[in-house]
């Protein structure tokens, strides 16, 4: 994982694991404007899998500072975004306006939403927060309209798996467990657990909470990274990330 980029990226969403994030949100909402890992890999890929959304209701589960949500207003969606961070969701209501619906939630409760509200929920780097994903699925799966999408990117399975062997540790890939994290950005350092868990695991997740997947992706960062980051993009293009889903609820 890249340095700086990557744990920026990887700080995407605060449900229920940073208590702190609330100090760390100008830093982190800079940072995430033009790394390489968001700006030009992850949002990119998540519109790409969005495709034409215009007309359509779309919740951003943990949308941080609201650059995704950003992007979908500008392409015609009808946006909503929650997310943990009181703070974060202040500098989004200073990009989005005062029309966007924004709330502090976390996604390891129940949502503030009605059954059958969205059309598709985004969940950009969300999920591999959280050690239990069997609740958060079932509010995502109650909150979208029959037939209404789930998008959603994680941390690769492999990756900290491999990072994890290249530090001397050798941990089972089979099982679900913690990954903690510190890194600093703008001057300040924050701690993060991600749980790691085999591809497998997730997809029995998906469809336990009746979800059908229809798309899993490894998708390129875009060409125009690259002389932008030299370094870190041919990393990137033999490496990925993170893994991207396209479910649907029956």
Known sequence: ????????????????????????????????ETSLENAYYERPATLALAGDVAGRRILDAGCGAGP????????????SGFDQSAEMLALARRRLGSDVDLRVADLASPLPYPDNTFDDVV??????????????????????????????????????YCLER???????????YPSPAEWTSGGQTIKVTFWN??????????????????????PQPLPTAAPLYPDGYPLLTTAPSFLFFVLHAE
């Open 1 to 32: 994982m890249l340095e700086g980029a990557g744990d920026i990226a990887r700080a995407d969403a605060t449900m229920g694991c940073m208590s702190d994030y609330d100090g760390f949100a100008e830093a982190y909402a800079t940072g995430n």
């Open 68 to 79: 995704l949500s950003a992007e979908l207003l500008s392409r015609g969606a009808d946006v």
């Open 123 to 160: 969940a950009s780097l969300v999920l591999h927060y959280l050690e239990d994903w069997a609740p958060p699925l079932a509010e995502l799966h109650r909150i979208l309209k029959p037939g209404g999408r789930l998008i959603a990117s994680v941390n690769h399975p492999t990756a900290d």
């Open 166 to 176: 290249l530090s001397g540790r050798r941990p089972d890939y089979f099982t679900t």
């Open 197 to 218: 868990r085999p591809l497998h695991a997730m997809t029995d997740a998906f469809t336990t909470a009746g979800f059908r997947l229809t798309t899993i992706a490894e």
